[in-house]
């Protein structure tokens, strides 16, 4: 009687969050990984490091050393990104090497490539051209193939999957409206069943779509919307609801073609508008049987798909930016000193390092998970949101190194595209803010709770038996995880039971012991705010960062074990641990603050905060890790080399570099990476300078000079001198950035400068000096300064 009591006043009160049909699809979709973990607030490290971790096998890496870095070779990514054109070798490459088709059973004559390899493959072109990476990923991700390969009848598999491998059907898929973006289920396109003159049933669709990634050239549209069946010809009855099916480009009353301009490298982007386009209902996805379950499909697939592209482009940012920062800040000198030697720049750099090691760690360990049958939905949710947003304070952090070689554009510049190009990934597959506001912690808290969803459906079934039984689970976990919470709490964790791993078990421990406040406070969250829990984003959002970051520390873990523990990469691990675990402190802080005027409001903030912290606000532990982190990027080898990844580095000869005619020829990523190897060789030569002046063996001068000095004392060899003058000659190429005429900054061959005014006010100056006017065709348009 008591627990039936209960449940009424549950289901009268609506104590637990309502859960819509497209909610409970997405709630149903995918598997609990080790989000559940964390929510169970007793995580098991030792299981989650038996796990298997991805690795590429032999033809996945063929494919990367080969086929990819050729198709990088024969693009110029500023070439593509200032003409927004493809060069047509690497159009014919992209289809004959197999690039559609990742996807794809070899059956079908795909490459059936790891979700791993797919995700490296992507992250490595993402970081090369954003512009040439969408005719990949589109392809490769929730579209026509995917959907097709686990939901199409028979008849479309052998006739659409050959034909996507070969790049015949290029896709895109249409989901987002204007007034249908991050809440895509509420999309207006609709479908109506009817049957032709001849008795064919077919589909009569009206829509609208925006944003569509590839729409542009795509000749092959999976196209979402909600389905109208009044006379019930399929079957499903009158509403089947969300359908998606296929839609040929040509298909009379289907207008695409025009362009939007995304920030940054303009990738081939626009609207698809449908006005009365007719389709056989044969072209459903699925056929008539899987009329109405469009949604359904989109959330299983997305239920793992959202941390494979995405993450894979962020993952691509946060190398380049960690590859081009680090070699310039070596390259760079200022104060008689390289820059990569200067405290505040290295803040910079370890962080970009750091986070280097921790996002590639996020992504080979989801990765793992799909590979091994896992689809969970809330991680790949927290990647995509989590790993984009890391991507672009990367990005920053390069810019903030770099400076004005950042910020000047042209050629030459390695990491500006990047940054202006971040909000995209911020902004597509779910805008971050609606995806840490509702989807990491409104799904997480639901499906990874031990008993919530089960409570959920008892209410909802008014089911007492499970309920009962649910209810009792619960309790039972809150009474033993506050013991627990206690306990670690009083002894900052050392009561938890973790792997003993040198230099990272303290870390563990932390982890563990930020896990049961979180399942703690997710049970107070559900228990006193309940159903209005969509309504608290902000609390909502808070508990998601405690989340995502503890759920990257553990990545980050995960990848120093999988690796066998490499010593020298102990402190990034440190790193990324120590400014995880800041991050999850800073969101407890947050949620305490955010509870509510109430009793258990009032315990958090006084208990609560003044408890001892799981790490402090501003990791004191950083700054100790900071000079040894940052090194690892301003360093040629192993290190720097699995930090930077995959990524495509032009290949060249340092003493090619010595002719004029090839240094001119040389731009972007070649020549700072030449000069970076320059100055690298030729350190040894220049520390034996430098300490002939502290010797007064040479006259102070500048570094040439001395190097004259020193060459004639024969303190240096003209071999030595030769590795100095190319590390100068390079290093200043490196740091130049790109100067172009009127007639190139303005695109037009007429514009030129001429002098202008007189100059009454500005004695002792020529008018030619001081002013120039700007001509077009003979004339005057505006006076400039020059």
Known sequence: MVFKAIMNGLIKAKAMPQISATERQALEAGTVWIDGQVFSGKPDFAKMFAEPYSKLNQRERDFIDGPVQQLCEMCDPHEIATTRVIPKNAVDFLASAGFYSFLIPQKFGGLEFSANAISTIMSVITAHSPLLSTLVVIPNSLGAAELIKHYGTQGQKEHYLPRLASGEYLPCFGLTEPTAGSDAASILARGVVFKNAEGKVQIKLNFRKRYITLAPVANLISLAFKL?????LLGKGAEPGITVALVHRGTPGLEMGKHHQPIGDAFYNGPIIGNDVVIDADEIIGGAECAGQGWRMLMEQLAGGRAVSLPAGAVGGVRAAAAASGAYARVRQQFGMPIAEMEGIQEKLAEIAAMAYLSEAARVYALSALDNGEQPPVVSAVWKAYLTELSREQAKNAMDVMAGAGVMQGPNNVIGRGYCSAPVAITVEGANIMTRSLITFGQGAVRCHPYAFKIANALEANDLPTFSSALKGWIGHMVVNTSRLVGLTLTRGYLASTPKIDGVTPYLRKLAWASSRYSFL???ALITVGGKLKARQQLTGHFADALGWQLLAISTVRRYVAEGEIKEDLPLVQYACEYALAKVQKAFESIYSNFGNNAVGFLLRTVGYFSLRVNPLV???????VPTVAKTITKSGAQQAR?????????????????DEVLANTTGVK???????????????????????????????SVQEMAEAALARGIITAADKKLLDRANRLGLEAIMVDEFTPQEFFGDESVTYAPGFECANV???????????????GERLRVVNS
Do not use: W
């Open 522 to 524: 997710t049970d107070m």
């Open 228 to 232: 109208h069946d009044p006379d019930n």
């Open 643 to 659: 930090i930077t990844g995959d990524l495509y580095l032009p290949k060249f000869n340092l003493a090619d570099l010595d002719s």
């Open 671 to 701: 020549r700072l990476m030449a000069a970076f190897q320059a100055v690298q060789e030729a350190e040894v030569v220049q520390m034996k300078v430098m300490q002939a002046r502290r010797s007064k063996l040479v006259d102070k001068g």
């Open 619 to 625: 990791g004191s532990g950083l700054d100790r890790l």
């Open 763 to 777: 004695p002792n100056v020529s008018h030619e000096v001081a002013h120039g006017a700007m001509v077009k065709g």
